[in-house]
């Protein structure tokens, strides 16, 4: 499965001899037939061809027509047959057709899959036990869980002792007794599932925890947790314990959208007034120096954000002017239709956290901007 660390990876591949071909073709089976999907990859194909070398070419479509198996929602390919250089990614999500030949693999659109549909786990507890579950990009990577028959069976051992020995004291002193102890193994319950969820989470490098189940059941779960798994919720639903994973994973899904919505926001503004206190960048033009000089510490993106520019293959600066030669150190420089992803591949390359939202303040100012770090 796609990995953060393969994005670094492929940030910083570059192709010195002959250009990478990357192709994204939406292959939802409920959006489209395979007939399709089939006539997109050969349009996209063919728009390329002036550009991509004929092996790229062919390579991908010998995959598509025999080795893929229909099962994703989306898929990546990147090719540089000339350096042995190709890989594949299917998605349980859709993307947005697209085709892109250039010197390095086109990532852009990958990144912010990543931070759409990044790792997070659902807690799905009752007073009998939880299942928990891992999510990432859009599809269930791993589950456990720990259920038991305490409760029923210690209501009925409480109820057997109390139907034998029960004779001199009252129905509902016997009831308190029963509840009381039904409470205490709930209790514990819930305390062996939050040591789950501590180790389960943690093997899982997850950082986002929705909780799921009754109100009662989660309110009195939370407050077991410890508190750093409690600064990990970022929400809850109420679901029956029964709920199959597909619905598990479309009201979580609804949670996480609303949680980072609210949170890359609150980044948004953030980058706006750092901005404006010299402590941050707006507009592509101050963010692509700031990246290039090292100083970005999280680099905000709208959703589909473009634009044209050059790059140096000697010095590898970065500039949104279209030049052959390149203004810093002489060198030759080729023309990009987005300058926008190898701004991208640099602040990846330099560890910068990279976030992608669709919002109108951001657009507003230039549709990109940073926090910096000095």
Same mark, same amino acid.
């Given at each position: 499965m796609f990995s953060k660390q393969e994005l670094k990876e492929l940030a910083e591949y570059q192709s010195k001899t002959s250009p990478v071909l990357s192709v994204y073709l939406n292959v939802d089976s409920t959006q489209l037939t395979v007939d399709q999907s089939r006539l997109a990859?050969?349009?996209?194909?063919?728009s390329a061809a002036d550009k991509a070398s004929r092996q790229d070419i062919e390579a =991908?479509?010998?995959y598509f027509d025999l080795e893929y198996d229909r099962r994703s929602k989306g898929i990546v390919i990147l090719s540089c047959a000339a350096q042995d250089f190709w890989r594949v990614y299917p998605l349980a999500v859709p993307v947005d057709d697209h085709v892109? &030949? *250039?010197?390095?693999?086109?990532?852009?659109p990958l990144a912010d899959i990543l931070d759409v549909y990044d790792r997070y786990g659902v807690v799905l507890v009752n007073r009998e036990g939880a299942r928990l579950y891992l999510f990432y990009l859009g599809a269930l990577q791993d589950v456990t869980g720990t259920y038991g028959q305490e409760l029923r069976a210690g209501r009925q051992d409480a109820a057997g002792r109390g139907g034998r *020995?029960?004779?001199? *004291?009252s129905q509902? /002193?016997?009831?308190? *007794?029963?509840?009381?102890?039904? /409470?205490?193994?709930a209790e514990r319950n819930l305390r062996e599932v939050g040591e789950l969820t501590q180790r389960f989470y943690k093997a899982g490098q997850c950082e986002r925890i929705i909780l799921a189940g009754t109100d009662e059941n989660r309110a009195r779960f939370m407050g077991l947790l410890s508190r750093d798994l409690q600064d990990k919720v970022v929400g809850s639903f109420a679901i029956d314990m029964g709920a199959s994973v597909l619905d598990v994973l479309e009201r979580s899904l609804e949670v996480i959208q609303t949680s980072e919505a609210e949170r890359k926001a609150g980044l948004v503004q953030a980058v706006i007034t750092a901005a404006h206190k010299d402590n941050g960048s707006l507009g592509l033009a101050d963010t692509l120096n700031a990246v290039q000089e090292q100083r970005v510490q999280t680099l905000v993106i709208s959703q589909g954000f473009r634009a044209p520019g050059s790059v140096c293959t000697h010095c590898a600066?970065?500039?949104?002017?279209? &030049?052959?030669?390149?203004? =810093?150190?002489?060198?030759?420089?080729q023309i990009r239709d987005d300058i926008v992803d190898d701004l991208l591949h640099r602040a990846l390359v330099n560890d =910068?956290? &990279? =976030?992608?939202f669709q919002d109108e303040a951001l657009e507003e100012a230039g549709s990109i901007g940073a926090l910096w770090r000095f």
């Open positions: 990859l050969k349009g996209m194909l063919k =991908v479509e010998k892109y &030949v *250039s010197s390095q693999p086109y990532i852009k *020995s029960g004779r001199g *004291s509902g /002193d016997w009831t308190a *007794s029963l509840e009381h102890r039904i /409470d205490q193994l600066y970065l500039t949104l002017r279209k &030049v052959n030669e390149c203004p =810093v150190c002489g060198g030759s420089a =910068v956290e &990279v =976030v992608f």
